[in-house]
């Protein structure tokens, strides 16, 4: 299996419901790196999983509506825990349709998976990983 994986960051706010969450009930902020991997059993005839530039590109603009703002104001997120957990599906859907549309330099029906790892911290961090076809 061969991979390819970009990364960036994104700053927010954000805060959840239920008492499991302790003081993160409250209004906090967070940095969270986020990376992403798309995988393909065989390289392209360019000798490619994806274009990494298009890739990098493609997960600059899933992030940058959520860079700097407040998660609990945007309407997409209303009633929902924006939990490490969550951001890294919402993520992956957002890649997949890039993928799905041929926005990676080959054709998404090439790729065989994506998976997106949000990072907390440096010792905590969440993924999810599903396949495209």
């Known amino acids: 299996m061969y991979a390819v994986e970009v990364s960036d960051q994104i ?13 993160a009930q409250e209004l906090h902020g967070a940095t969270f790196v986020v990376r992403a991997a798309f995988f393909s059993d065989r390289l392209d005839e ?16 899933a992030l940058k509506p959520l860079n700097y703002r407040n ?10 825990n924006t939990t490490t957990e969550f951001l890294t599906r919402y993520v992956y859907d957002l890649l997949a349709d890039a993928a799905r549309s ?9 790729l065989s998976s994506i998976r997106v790892t949000v990072a907390e911290s440096p ?3 969440a993924w999810y990983e599903a396949p495209l076809r």
């Not at 945007?74 to 929902?80: A, I, R, S």
């Open 71 to 80: 998660l609990d104001d945007l309407p997409e997120f209303k009633g929902v």
């Open 102 to 110: 041929d926005g990676l330099g080959r054709p998404g029906s090439e």
């Open 123 to 125: 010792n905590a961090r």
């Open 46 to 61: 360019n000798g490619i999983v994806v274009d990494i530039g298009r890739a990098h590109d493609v997960l600059k603009a």
């Open 11 to 23: 700053m927010i706010a954000h805060s959840f419901r239920g008492a499991v969450f302790g003081p």
